[in-house]
């Protein structure tokens, strides 16, 4: 049962554009919603995060959103540059205290075009 | 930035060896740290968290004799594969949480490709 999903496998966008990368989560006990992007060969590196009382989470670039009505968050870049191509995952986590497990989405693959 | 480092990188070893991967965290204390599996094409599967001084906790469905883990220190954990066979090849991935504050994100190390001849 895959409780986190990224529907794209996929995504290729030109350099200077908006890259919008989907996830969609079912288990209604996540709070806290992260996004990793993984080069090959390496640990994924923390980009952003979100917890479930905002809608939203803004650094630099990157942008989270969160509906939580519709269980669904997505990360925006914008503008998009080449060192963005990478695989992007999104982790979901219910935050009580001690309580860390993130459960990761299948990943999405980034190609930013110049 | 809070930084995990992972050794070895990568091991290729014959069926039946154990095999002990470490992850560190350089520059915080981690009371826990976090052990990963991924294969190819697919997700960061959660395998068991460790927490300095006591046993792992283990995902259902992991063999806790198969794959031990030792966090004798805020600063290191270990993974050992323990009699290893061709189907436990796979990425290995530690992470980190960078302090004692739960909204600390994860920190991962750059993981550990183990193939099993």
């Known amino acids: 049962d895959q409780q986190v999903k990224q529907n794209s496998p996929s995504l290729s966008v030109q350099e200077g554009r908006i890259s919008i990368l989907n996830c969609d989560y079912t288990?209604?006990?996540?709070?806290?919603f992260l996004w990793y992007k993984k080069y090959p060969a390496e640990g994924p590196t923390f980009l952003i995060s979100?917890?479930?009382?905002?809608d939203k989470n803004e650094d630099g670039r990157f942008t989270v959103f969160l509906n939580k009505s519709a269980k669904h968050l997505s990360l925006h870049i914008v503008p998009s540059q080449p060192g963005d191509s990478a695989v992007y995952f999104c982790?979901?986590?219910?935050?009580?205290?001690?309580?860390?497990?993130?459960?990761f989405g299948t990943g999405t693959r980034l190609t930013i075009i110049p | 930035g809070a930084v995990v480092s992972q050794h070895p990188s990568w091991v290729i070893c014959k069926s039946g060896t154990s095999v002990k991967i470490e992850c560190r965290s350089l520059?915080?204390?981690?009371?826990?740290m976090f052990w990963y599996r991924q294969f190819p094409k697919q997700s960061l599967m959660l395998m068991a968290t460790?927490?300095?001084?006591?046993?792992?906790?283990?995902e259902q469905g992991v063999e806790k004799d198969k794959f031990l883990i030792n966090h004798a220190s805020l600063t290191l954990s270990t993974l050992t594969v323990t009699s290893a066979h061709p189907e436990d090849s796979s990425f290995y991935i530690c992470?980190?949480?960078?302090?004692?504050?739960?909204?600390?994100?994860?920190?991962f190390g750059d993981g550990t490709r183990l193939s099993i001849l």
């Open positions: 992470s980190a949480r960078g302090g004692a504050d739960s909204n600390q994100p994860q920190h």
């Open positions: 288990n209604s006990m996540f709070d806290y």
């Open positions: 979100i917890s479930s009382i905002k």
């Open positions: 982790a979901a986590t219910p935050m009580w205290f001690g309580n860390e497990k993130l459960t």
């Open positions: 520059d915080f204390q981690a009371t826990t």
């Open positions: 460790s927490n300095e001084g006591s046993k792992a906790t283990y």
